[in-house]
């Protein structure tokens, strides 16, 4: 026993330093490609990116199957899990079937099998080769994850892989769910990646590949699995990556600007009633009230007019449009509520938006969202870039200035959460418990409710709330949410205030939600620690005062 635990002290060194072993991340810059040294908490050295650099390809296989199959207009069957392989742990339960989007999320390697999909090898090959892309892209049976590929070579793909902005609006998904959904606290909308693992003689290696939301191509390997280096290394990497302006900025927005302010003319530069069409540079308004207001126009702003008199719309690309709400509705500052702003800003048009044409129609008035009828601010732009794509799948969503509500995000309290340290999905989690940020094409909640559960615990609380009230460190929640519990034990998330439990089918479940509930309610004091104390209350207030 002693040999053994001197052993262990003895490796304890070699433990630590391999957790601050750091990870790699290559990718292109005006200036050339780079290479930097991520440590887990920031950039631990920046250098050219050596071209002798070499990384097992792993999973990526899979980004050029996809890019082939989406390129050339395959219309493969689904795969089906019958429960025959092992693999399909990472495509589908048995019985269900994956397409093409899931199974490049998901990293369905059988989805992806050259063999399944009947792809030719000299048709890949001439596909690839007039694309002037290396042997171990052309060639099928080198197109494998012990493929050894320099990381240049690499990039070079990436930057112009086929069907890029198609793989690009999917692969957000990975971040999202990466690191049991803690990822996009640090990484927003920024990262469109495939990630990939491989271990050789014992020793792993993981990291991920693809594009910044902009297309920049990046790479990144370290020591682990690629979850684990997600994880490990997350923040540093939110950290180190800029928030560049996205290649596809989202559908066009038309907005009826002043829509509950009748215009009575619009003036341009010289003081001229503007021409009718398309506008630029500064314009003034004048309403009938007799307001007058300047206007700037990059050719965005369309001038109509009618019997009942002018009129103005705008028709801006989506995240344009998020950023001119954030600056006539709030602010860019301070930057976690800003987010969480503009989070709510993307839902609210998502959930609210007419199809019109090619464009989604929405009112700029204070039913609906005010819009700035001038570009964004390089602020706003900033916030909106970083937050690119993300909307709130599980519930509808609104907000105000300064009043809290069911489902609406207060401004002034989601600066004051920020000033606390909170970043922006758990300002969002406090203001809508039962939704989760999720991809604006494909919103998927990650709660699913259990509204009789969360109904009893709400009725609950008010019979328990005498005898909670007298315990130290019991604060009751403003906002909750109950959620289906998939596997486990149950558990609480605190960041998001949500409570994982199975149901209300029993006398064991009841224990169970108040028991969670409680680990919720006395989070800021060590009683929410002390689990003997909470199982003891839970069955107490089971026990004695529910009826």
Same mark, same amino acid.
């Given at each position: ?30 200036? *050339? ?20 650099? !070499? ?17 050339? *207009? ?19 339960? =048995? ?31 001439? %596909? ?87 297309? =920049? ?7 682990? =699995? ?53 506008? !630029? ?31 103005? =719309? ?16 709030? &602010? ?65 969503v609104t907000y105000h200035s300064d009043e809290a509500g069911p489902s ?15 970043? %922006? ?10 939704? &989760? ?29 005498? +005898? ?33 439990? +199975? ?13 969670? %509930? ?14 003997? %104390? ?14």
């Amino acid at each position: 026993m002693r040999a053994r635990l001197a052993w262990l002290i003895a490796l304890l060194p070699f433990c630590a330093l391999a957790a601050q072993e750091p990870a790699q991340l290559a990718w292109r810059t005006a200036q *050339g490609d780079e290479l930097l040294r991520i440590g887990t908490q920031q950039v631990m050295g920046r250098q050219p990116l050596p071209a002798d650099l !070499r990384a097992p390809l792993g999973s990526l296989w899979k980004l050029f199957v996809y890019a082939w199959l989406s390129d050339t *207009g395959q219309q493969e069957p689904a795969y089906r899990c019958r429960g025959d392989d092992k693999e399909e742990v990472y495509c589908c339960d =048995t019985g269900q079937s994956i397409e093409r989007d899931a199974a490049l999320v998901k990293s369905c390697g059988l989805y992806f099998q050259p063999g399944r999909l009947g792809i030719d090898g000299d048709v890949w090959r001439q %596909y690839w080769q007039a694309r002037q892309a290396p042997a171990w892209v052309a060639h099928l049976d080198r197109l494998a994850p012990q493929t050894d590929v320099p990381v240049a070579e690499l990039l070079d793909q990436l930057q112009r892989l086929p069907a890029q902005e198609q793989a690009r609006k999917v692969l957000l998904d990975v971040s999202l769910a990466a690191d049991a959904g803690r990822a996009p606290a640090a990484l927003g909308g920024r990262l469109r990646v495939k990630t990939w693992s491989w271990d050789e003689g014992g020793k792993r290696e993981g990291g991920f590949a693809g594009w910044l939301v902009d297309g =920049t191509p990046l790479w990144l390997g370290g020591p682990g =699995t690629s979850k684990t280096v997600l994880a490990r290394y997350g923040a540093a990497i939110g950290a180190a990556l800029p928030a560049p302006w996205p290649s596809d900025p989202g559908r066009c927005v038309a907005v009826s600007l002043f829509s509950r302010y009748p215009l009575q003319e619009v003036y341009d530069v010289h003081g001229r009633p503007a021409a009718a069409g398309v506008l !630029r540079g500064r314009q003034n308004v004048l309403f009938t009230n007799g307001v007058r207001l300047d206007v700037n126009s990059s050719g965005d702003l369309f001038l109509e007019r009618n019997a009942q008199g002018p009129r103005l =719309t705008a028709r801006l690309s989506r995240e344009e449009y998020v950023a001119r709400v954030l600056d006539r509705e709030a &602010s860019a500052t301070p930057p976690e509520a800003a987010k969480a702003l503009a989070v709510t800003i993307r839902t609210y048009l998502l959930q609210n938006g007419a199809p019109h044409g090619d464009c989604l129609s929405i009112d700029d008035s204070s039913q609906r969202q005010r819009v700035a009828p001038r570009p964004a601010s390089e602020g706003a732009r900033g916030i909106a870039a970083w937050t690119a794509d993300l909307v709130l799948a599980g519930g509808t969503v609104t907000y105000h200035s300064d009043e809290a509500g069911p489902s609406r995000l207060s401004w002034r309290d989601a600066q004051a959460q920020a000033a606390q340290g909170l970043r %922006y999905d758990a300002i969002l989690a406090r203001a809508f418990p039962r939704t &989760s940020l999720s991809r604006w094409s494909n919103p998927i909640a990650a709660c699913q409710p259990l509204p009789d559960a969360e109904r009893w615990l709400q009725k609950q609380r008010s019979v328990w709330r005498s +005898r909670l009230d007298g315990e130290p460190g019991y604060e009751e929640l403003r906002s909750f949410a109950v959620c289906r519990l998939g596997s486990g034990r149950p558990y609480v998330d605190r960041e998001r205030q949500r409570i994982y439990v +199975r149901g209300l089918y029993s006398l064991q479940d009841r224990l169970d939600l108040t028991h969670e %509930y409680l680990h919720l309610a006395f989070q800021a004091h060590p009683n929410g620690q002390d689990e003997g %104390y909470v199982e003891s209350l839970a069955r107490r207030l089971i026990l004695e005062l529910s009826p």
